[in-house]
């Protein structure tokens, strides 16, 4: 199988044959979650540390289920209340890490940049969960498989990705992949929150909800990061709602087999109506939610199989 990387830090490192081969593992992993048994032995002996320095249910759960279905110790560190608190620096918790042998780190940091600075001082294959306003590379891929799955390929699409891009690492690293797989996107929102200078990147950037969306084969919405945002980025969540809230009105303007997405939590209301959100002809919010296990899986079997050659390699040259 295809796939090069020591480490899962972003999107923009991946090749597109690594993306195919890594989904493609994916869904073989569908396959055995929705089995009786549920279990696999690729993570046998090694073990998992999960470091969350940003609280997300969702992910960690997601990640701890991946390993656990593989057969890794798994441990969850409490990194709110961890010494980094009281001014341990990165470094001295990548020192600390070491001496416990770990094999898989997978790591969400709200700062940019500071997965890759742990994974150039620490001895295991590390999995970026999410840094700052930088990427979330697993989201994008669970993405990529739900889109795969649904529409039958990843290719030549037309995806429109609805909202606060300026502040989403999910829309960062779902641009990037999808670029690599040939598709044609469109980004929808406020000018304070899809700026212009996105347009260099290849997207077609729309402040009109329903122009945006004409005749798109994917409408990925993407909730207000209030968390990241330092002023008034929008007059109202009432307004903002009225025009870029999706809508029955506004998904008329997409295909009318179009899917809807949406990487959670969601803010019914304010960037999506429930009734969509809920439509099981059109959202395939839940089946993210069951890729993303699958992904994760997929993930820790390719880096723990390079992990597993480096090492056997090392002690041959030994």
């Given at each position: 199988?295809?796939?090069?990387?020591?480490?899962?830090?972003?999107?923009?490192?991946?090749?597109?044959?690594?993306?195919?081969?890594?989904?493609?593992?994916?869904?073989e992993?569908?396959?055995?979650n929705?089995?009786?048994?549920?279990?696999?032995?690729?993570?046998?002996?090694?073990?998992?540390?999960?470091?969350?320095?940003?609280?997300?249910?969702?992910?960690?759960?997601?990640?701890?289920?991946?390993?656990?279905?593989?057969?890794?110790?798994?441990?969850?560190?409490?990194?709110?209340?961890?010494?980094?608190?009281?001014?341990?620096?990165?470094?001295?918790?990548?020192?600390?890490?070491?001496?416990?042998?770990?094999?898989?780190?997978?790591?969400?940091?709200?700062?940019?940049?500071?997965?890759?600075?742990?994974?150039?001082?620490?001895?295991?294959?590390?999995?970026?969960?999410?840094?700052?306003?930088?990427?979330?590379?697993?989201?994008?891929?669970?993405?990529?498989?739900?889109?795969?799955?649904?529409?039958?390929?990843?290719?030549?699409?037309?995806?429109?990705?609805?909202?606060?891009?300026?502040?989403?690492?999910?829309?960062?690293?779902?641009?990037?992949?999808?670029?690599?797989?040939?598709?044609?996107?469109?980004?929808?929102?406020?000018?304070?929150?899809?700026?212009?200078?996105?347009?260099?990147?290849?997207?077609?950037?729309?402040?009109?909800m329903?122009?945006?969306?004409?005749?798109?084969?994917?409408?990925m919405?993407?909730?207000?990061?209030?968390?990241?945002?330092?002023?008034?980025?929008?007059?109202?969540?009432?307004?903002?709602?009225?025009?870029?809230?999706?809508?029955a009105?506004?998904?008329?303007?997409?295909?009318?087999?179009?899917?809807?997405?949406?990487?959670?939590?969601?803010?019914?209301g304010?960037?999506?109506?429930?009734?969509?959100?809920?439509?099981?002809?059109?959202?395939?919010?839940?089946?993210?939610?069951?890729?993303?296990?699958?992904?994760?899986?997929?993930?820790?079997?390719?880096?723990?199989?390079?992990?597993?050659?480096?090492?056997?390699?090392?002690?041959?040259?030994?």
């Amino acid at each position: 199988m295809s796939f090069r990387q020591n480490h899962l830090l972003g999107i923009e490192q991946l090749a597109p044959d690594e993306i195919t081969t890594l989904l493609d593992l994916s869904d073989e992993y569908v396959t055995l979650n929705r089995s009786a048994e549920k279990h696999g032995d690729a993570l046998n002996g090694l073990t998992q540390i999960n470091m969350f320095f940003e609280n997300s249910t969702r992910t960690q759960a997601s990640f701890e289920l991946a390993g656990k279905r593989l057969g890794a110790d798994v441990m969850n560190m409490a990194m709110q209340a961890s010494s980094i608190k009281k001014g341990e620096t990165l470094i001295d918790t990548a020192m600390t890490l070491n001496a416990m042998h770990p094999d898989l780190l997978v790591v969400r940091h709200p700062h940019s940049g500071a997965v890759d600075l742990l994974s150039q001082k620490v001895n295991c294959a590390v999995l970026n969960a999410g840094d700052g306003r930088h990427e979330h590379p697993t989201q994008a891929l669970l993405d990529a498989l739900t889109i795969r799955r649904t529409k039958g390929r990843l290719h030549r699409l037309n995806i429109a990705i609805c909202g606060d891009i300026a502040h989403s690492r999910v829309a960062r690293s779902n641009m990037l992949l999808l670029h690599k797989m040939e598709n044609r996107i469109r980004l929808i929102g406020p000018p304070t929150l899809v700026p212009s200078a996105f347009a260099e990147l290849g997207c077609e950037v729309y402040e009109n909800m329903e122009e945006g969306l004409k005749d798109v084969d994917v409408v990925m919405m993407l909730r207000l990061q209030k968390e990241r945002m330092d002023g008034g980025f929008i007059p109202s969540e009432r307004e903002y709602y009225h025009l870029y809230g999706l809508d029955a009105e506004k998904l008329a303007h997409a295909k009318e087999d179009a899917i809807v997405m949406h990487p959670g939590p969601m803010n019914r209301g304010v960037e999506i109506d429930g009734s969509i959100a809920d439509d099981i002809n059109r959202s395939v919010i839940q089946d993210q939610v069951e890729m993303g296990v699958a992904v994760r899986m997929a993930a820790m079997d390719l880096l723990a199989r390079n992990l597993r050659a480096r090492r056997a390699a090392a002690a041959d040259a030994a």
